[in-house]
């Protein structure tokens, strides 16, 4: 699927270059952090681009690069606050003496300085100047200014420098830029002796070659779970109805339309797996016949004969030996009861109940109002929050079940 070596797959990192002598070095970094699997964004200052052109950077990162406030690539309103947002992590390389000033100032007078104010994620500062400009007393004041914002700092390395004087001052290393970098992201890679299949989204029944009968599933459960799952280090099997939002980056995507496709997608990599998290909405019943040609309309009404889809999760349940199974349940009323006789029917160690008719629950929702319920009958409602956090919740949780196991 993936080695070690593309162990930053499904991260974002924004590259930030202000202009140095050692920009041209900052080309590799990107190259590097590419070849490990991370989607990289370069965002250079007007000074950089006195050192080194975009189109070297939008070559190595195969994206555009960023260069103004006002410049937003298409969907983007806000180029920053988009910038900002993606980043799992942003680097500085080179930050030069002014920039590390600025920055130290909180000053939001160029892109780069106004997308950092609003990072939220880790940030690394990559020094790079003179010597004696290194450790001019303002420099190091804004550079400690920088560590209290909670940045990395990545010391600059000790050497001859461009301008022929010795001493600390050159861009550090790319290995050990890397190296912070998988310090702090790959941090908490707490799943990385899992295999876990999430399924995802809505099937699709056909009809004919033209209509079929689905549901409102969105996929964003599925895809979130997924998400957090590789960003947790686990090995992830993505089965998913077919979707239109982006899929997260470095699983194994494996794309069906209806429940029988599903169902033997699912079976097939049962045996392999150590989790199974059933967030897609299946379709309970396909046409008794499904028509070679498009329906015609003659005027009188259409009765349509369906019969039952497989049951994905019950068989699953009926086959468990290793596995660790978690259920989700759309429910519109009695949600607790109903969740529960779900679990005990499926043999289920967690069942994520969700009552559909609550706002901001659900379908299509970036937030999801959940109770969970384990197999012993505990139950723990859980405030509105966004999928993304619900994931992490819920992987904690299996995590816990797991060891207890
Ligand atoms: O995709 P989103 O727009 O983000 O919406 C998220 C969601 C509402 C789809 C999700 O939170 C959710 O509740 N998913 C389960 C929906 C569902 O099918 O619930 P159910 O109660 O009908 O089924 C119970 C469980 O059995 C589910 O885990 C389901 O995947 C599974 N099942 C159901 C039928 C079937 N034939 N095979 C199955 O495996």
Known sequence: MYGKEQNFRGYKVVVGVSGGIAAYKTVDLVSLLTKRGAEVHVVMTKAA??????????????????????????????????????????????????????????????LLGTMLLACQNLVFVCPAMNVAMYKHPAVQANINKLREFGYTVVEPDYGRLACGDTGPGRLAENDRIIKELENQLLFNQDLNDYTILVTAGATREPIDPVRFISNRSSGKMGFAIARAARKRGARVILVSGVLHPKPPEGVNLIEVESAQEMYDEVLKHYECVDVVIKAAAVGDYMPENVASQKIKKNGNALTLELKRNPDILLELGKRKQHQLLVGFAAETQDVEKNAKEKIFKKNLDLMVANDVTVPGAGFGTDTNVVKLIFAGGEANQLPMMTKEDLSNIILDNIRMLKKCK
């Open 49 to 110: 681009r006195e050192f080194i052109g975009p189109v070297t950077f939008e070559a190595i990162s195969g994206n555009k690069v960023h260069l103004d406030v006002f410049d937003s690539p298409p969907g983007w309103h806000f180029p920053h606050l988009e910038l900002a947002r993606i980043a799992d992590a942003v680097v500085i390389a080179p930050a030069t003496a002014h920039f590390i000033g600025r920055a130290a100032c909180g000053m939001a007078d160029d």
